[in-house]
């Protein structure tokens, strides 16, 4: 409820000069400076396809205790996760659905909130050069019978902030953000559970 530098010369040459951890250290580092805000868009093609269902609404980041999705289109709802708890609901609707989290449930998720240590016995990870303005840290589970096949974090090089990011899972099918600027925030509200709404449980 979960994303490298570009460099001059080859890829092959980028990907040997540049540590992907130290990268994913100061990306996360500096996405945990202060509450953020941003626009996605979300989209998500099955296997065996070319195109997919597009998604559209705000993102709110306060690592790495809580992130908010707030959809928008095609259809409102939001998804809050703090801590080891996910909330969500239909905006509108008088009950919303709440689930505990474990290590083991937040492929993605984790990606953001974990540290780094935690990280490292997860994933492989590998630089890759996309395009000239844009960096990916592409992570493999070390796990087989983790649910991600394959996970990419879009990175700007120079600011070392995050531009999007994209998930494999192990039957093909691939769900993708794309983020805008993040910037900061200051409404903690938005992290707080709506007390009007009755919670139901798994």
Known sequence: MILTAALGGGMARASEAVDPWAILDQLRSNLANESLRGEFVQTFRPAGFTTGDRETGSL????????????????????????ETLHTWN?????????PLTGGDEPGIDLLR??????????????????????????????????IAEANLHVDPKRRFLRGFSFRDREGNVSQFEISELTAHSD??????????????P
């Open 188 to 201: 903690p509200d938005v992290f707080v559970v709506p007390a009007d709404l009755e919670w139901l449980d």
């Open 91 to 99: 905006r509108g609707e008088q009950a919303g659905r709440r689930f």
């Open 114 to 147: 974990l540290r780094l240590e935690e990280l490292r016995l997860r994933y492989d990870a590998q630089v890759t050069r996309t395009e000239e303005d844009s960096l990916t840290v592409l992570l493999t589970p070390l796990d087989e019978a983790n649910a």
């Open 60 to 83: 709110f980041l306060a690592l790495p205790e809580c992130v908010r999705w707030d959809y928008d289109e095609p259809f409102a709802k939001t998804f809050l996760l703090c801590r």
